[in-house]
C-alpha cells in the first residue's frame, strides 16, 4: 500500500498540472487495477476503503490546485463526478477473493 501511495502522489504533484483529468483518470485506474488485482487474495476489504478514500483525496486536492478553488468541498468534484462521469475507478466496489487453503 505504502508504494502505491508513493505513486499515486507522483501522479498528482502539481508538476503534472498540464495533464487533463481524463488522464490522470487513466494512469490512475491502471494503477489501482493492477495493484487490486495482484494483492486481491485474502482480507483486503479494509485495505480497498483505505485506498479508496487516499485517492479520492489525492485527486481532489490535484484538481483544486489545477482549476485555483480555494474550497476542497467544492461540489464540482464530488464523488458522482469523479466514480461517476470521469469513471475513477472503486476498489470497495471490486469483489475479492477469499484466500483459500488445502486443510
Known sequence: MKRLRGRIHEE??????????????????????GWSNYFSVGAVRRAYFS????????????????????NRRDARFSGNYVYGQLG????????????????
Do not use: G, P
Open 12 to 33: 498528482t504533484t502539481r508538476r503534472w498540472l498540464w495533464k487533463t483529468e481524463e488522464s490522470i483518470i487513466t494512469v490512475t485506474n491502471r494503477l489501482l487495477t
Open 88 to 103: 475513477l475507478l472503486r476498489l470497495r466496489a471490486r469483489s475479492y477473493r477469499v484466500a483459500c487453503t488445502n486443510v
Open 51 to 70: 485506498m479508496d478514500h487516499y485517492v479520492f483525496q489525492r485527486l481532489r486536492q490535484w484538481w483544486c490546485v489545477k482549476h485555483k478553488v480555494r
